[in-house]
């Protein structure tokens, strides 16, 4: 009940309202200063929930994320940014819901299922924290471990040009171009019995890992 609770603190007209102005809002800012191009749109779910995986290379690459579907997407921060009273309404509003660091994954799986089960979609970043360079880094299996508990398909996102945007311990954006690819919707098989299987789990993981390369790839070759 927390997690429903924790999840559904964002889900009011005046939060789903503030949401669609501010990434509007953002979309029209970084496609003018980093003529930020999405490609691939036509691979989102039309209807139903689903898991967006980007790569991360940028702090730049959540609301690049955000502008991806003209619906509300979900993300997860940590709790601190959310105990400030007024900034953690503002990121309630903007569709985040806090996990607390340092607790058992358990936590953070119990509310990452809340939200699929509202209906909407919820981005992870497969990689966890930023990364740098050309090449996509081990992946987590958290993002599709969820999607199979969740019995939803999880979308593959490169993003190409965010880092030199704005790279680590960078204080403003560089006017440097990003493009966002969207690919092919993956899922998880269920077996017989309704279960997925560590295997079913592991090689969803090693498709998501070469899709998101190639992706990368192609919007890094297309940034510039």
Same mark, same amino acid.
């Given at each position: 009940?927390?997690?429903?609770?924790?999840?559904?603190?964002?889900?009011?007209?005046? +939060?789903?309202?503030?949401?669609?102005?501010? =990434?509007?809002?953002?979309? *029209?800012?970084?496609?003018? #200063?980093?003529?930020? =191009?999405?490609?691939?749109?036509?691979?989102?779910?039309?209807?139903?929930?689903?898991?967006?995986?980007?790569?991360?290379? +940028?702090?730049?690459?959540?609301?690049?994320?955000?502008? *991806?579907?003209?619906?509300? @997407?979900?993300?997860?921060?940590? /709790?601190? #940014?959310?105990?400030?009273? #007024?900034?953690? =309404?503002? @990121?309630?509003?903007?569709?985040?819901?806090? $996990?607390?660091?340092?607790?058992? /994954?358990?936590?953070?799986?119990?509310?990452?299922?809340? *939200?699929?089960?509202?209906?909407?979609?919820?981005?992870?970043?497969?990689?966890?924290?930023?990364?740098?360079?050309?090449?996509?880094?081990?992946?987590?299996?958290?993002?599709?471990? &969820?999607?199979?508990?969740?019995?939803?398909?999880?979308?593959? $996102?490169?993003?190409?040009? +965010?880092?030199?945007?704005?790279?680590?311990?960078?204080?403003?954006?560089?006017?440097?171009?990003?493009?966002?690819?969207?690919?092919?919707? &993956?899922? $998880?098989?269920?077996?017989?019995?309704?279960?997925?299987?560590?295997?079913?789990?592991? /090689?969803?993981?090693?498709?998501?890992?070469?899709?998101?390369?190639?992706?990368? /790839?192609?919007?890094?070759?297309?940034?510039?």
């Amino acid at each position: 009940m927390t997690e429903i609770k924790t999840v559904l603190a964002g889900n009011s007209r005046r +939060s789903r309202a503030t949401y669609l102005v501010v =990434r509007d809002l953002l979309y *029209v800012l970084i496609r003018v #200063w980093c003529r930020l =191009r999405v490609e691939g749109r036509e691979h989102l779910p039309p209807s139903g929930p689903f898991i967006l995986a980007p790569t991360h290379r +940028s702090i730049i690459d959540t609301p690049v994320a955000s502008t *991806v579907a003209n619906r509300r @997407l979900r993300f997860m921060g940590a /709790d601190k #940014w959310f105990k400030k009273k #007024w900034f953690g =309404r503002l @990121l309630s509003a903007l569709g985040g819901f806090p $996990v607390t660091r340092g607790t058992a /994954d358990r936590e953070a799986l119990r509310r990452c299922i809340a *939200v699929i089960e509202t209906g909407e979609p919820l981005v992870l970043f497969p990689e966890g924290e930023r990364k740098s360079g050309p090449l996509v880094q081990p992946l987590r299996d958290g993002a599709v471990y &969820i999607a199979a508990k969740a019995a939803v398909p999880i979308v593959p $996102v490169g993003i190409g040009g +965010s880092e030199k945007a704005m790279p680590k311990a960078a204080r403003f954006i560089f006017p440097h171009k990003i493009v966002a690819i969207v690919g092919e919707p &993956i899922t $998880v098989p269920i077996d017989a019995s309704g279960k997925v299987s560590r295997a079913a789990v592991r /090689d969803a993981t090693v498709a998501l890992h070469s899709e998101l390369q190639r992706l990368f /790839d192609l919007a890094q070759v297309r940034a510039g």
